[in-house]
């Protein structure tokens, strides 16, 4: 028997229904398998918790998670407690005390799903960002001076280490050298940013130096976005930091059919500490308590958690499975559909019982 050891935190809002049906998927999977045993432990630790005991996690929290084999959760933040206080309480520390330094963010389009883009298919949208996930623009170096004055002002610093920015770069150069395309495209603002981004451009040209197979476009990051739209097509892996990573990655979320889709896998590549697994969407709080959240996203994370156990096999049948659901138009309301959360979920557990 296969063993894994999973912290679920599902959070705020439709992080708790999105990952009961993930875990719903993985429970059956496991079943169907029966050479592969999953021990969960359940953490309530969300904006509710923080309203009982003012704080995100108790102080040991990080202690408690880090001999898990992966954790898996929803999303954090909800109206009632400031996003910056539930971030920087819960889900910031997790990735950055456990070293999780890459975010791989998918951007696929799945069978079954239609692109916003006009005459686009799964052969146009196929690509990965890769987001630097430790530093950056989430600093929280610096302050706020003089407020309540007419000076009132707040300063913000952004941190590139050397450390920092050769690991992510490795990274993204490593699996853009493992691929066909072997094309990567850096996130920059260069002309713009006159410290921080002349000094990641630096570190990119450096490194593509040991991947001299490696075709290399460093774009600016506006100009970036608005070639999602037009010619997703050419994109291959995408390296980005910290911040250029997250907007780029709604934004990859929305041409690939919405919020409810992307995936997002936070990687300790070295494995010394737990990897994560979170849907890119947030507790959406519009549509929370309704029941109709979609859990593709979530779904799509747990099969991403399985290949980082090893598990190719068993998570090549969940996203087989997930897509066939979704060409069935069996879809929740964001993409059209009628569905509810649970009622999609179940459907991908009957999908796979067929497979096995
Ligand atoms: P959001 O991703 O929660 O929602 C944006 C829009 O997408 C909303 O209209 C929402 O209904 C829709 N959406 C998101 N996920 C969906 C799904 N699975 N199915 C259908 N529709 C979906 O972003 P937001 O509104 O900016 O943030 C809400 C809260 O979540 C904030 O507190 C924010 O800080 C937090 N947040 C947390 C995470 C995380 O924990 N990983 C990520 C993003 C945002
Ligand atoms: C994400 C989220 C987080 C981030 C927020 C909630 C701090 O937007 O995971 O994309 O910016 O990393
Ligand atoms: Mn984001």
């Known amino acids: 028997m296969r063993h894994y050891s999973i912290a679920l935190i599902p959070g705020d809002g439709i992080g708790v229904d999105v990952i009961r049906e993930g ?63 539930s971030l920087w309480g819960l889900l910031l520390p997790i990735r950055r005390q456990f070293q999780q330094y890459i975010n791989i963010r998918p951007v696929k389009l799945l069978r079954g799903i239609q692109s916003p883009l006009a005459n686009r298919g799964v052969d146009d949208l196929n690509f990965t960002v890769i987001r630097e996930n430790n530093e950056g623009e989430y600093s929280s170096i610096g302050g706020r001076m003089y407020e309540g004055t007419d000076m009132d002002m707040a300063i913000q610093n952004s941190v590139f280490t050397r450390y920092g920015t050769e690991r992510v770069l490795k990274y993204a150069f490593d699996l853009a050298n493992q691929g066909t395309e072997k094309f990567l495209t850096a996130a920059t603002k260069s002309n713009g940013i ?35 739209v037009t010619k997703p097509d050419v994109f291959d892996v995408v390296v980005a930091s910290n911040l250029f990573g997250d ?13 409810g889709i ?14 994560m697994f979170e849907p890119v969407h947030g507790s959406a709080p519009d549509i929370a308590g309704k029941g109709i959240a ?40 964001d993409l059209g559909g009628k569905a509810t959360t649970e009622e999609f979920g179940e459907e991908v557990c009957k999908k796979m019982r067929s497979k096995f």
Request: glycine share 8%.
């Open 247 to 259: 907007i780029l990655t709604d934004l990859g979320a929305a041409i690939v059919g919405g919020m």
């Open 294 to 333: 979609n859990p593709t996203a979530a779904i799509w994370c747990a099969s991403m958690m399985l290949d980082h156990f090893g598990e190719s096999n068993l998570s090549a049948i969940m996203m087989d499975s997930l897509q066939d659901v979704l060409e069935e138009g069996i879809v929740t309301p």
């Open 23 to 85: 875990k719903k998927v993985l429970d059956t999977l496991c079943e169907l398998d029966g050479g592969i045993s999953i021990e969960y432990k359940h953490f309530d630790w969300s904006c509710e918790y923080y309203l009982k005991h003012g704080k995100m996690m108790p102080d040991d929290g990080l202690d408690i998670l880090k001999d898990f084999d992966s954790i898996y959760l929803g999303a954090v933040g909800y109206p009632g407690v400031p996003d910056h206080v």
């Open 194 to 228: 006159n410290h921080t981004m002349p000094f990641w451009d630096e570190y990119v040209r450096k490194i593509n130096m040991d991947y001299p197979e490696v075709k290399t476009d460093i774009v600016h990051i506006d100009a970036l976005s608005s070639f999602f």
């Open 262 to 275: 992307a995936p997002s896998a936070n990687i300790n590549p070295e494995k010394k500490f737990p990897s």
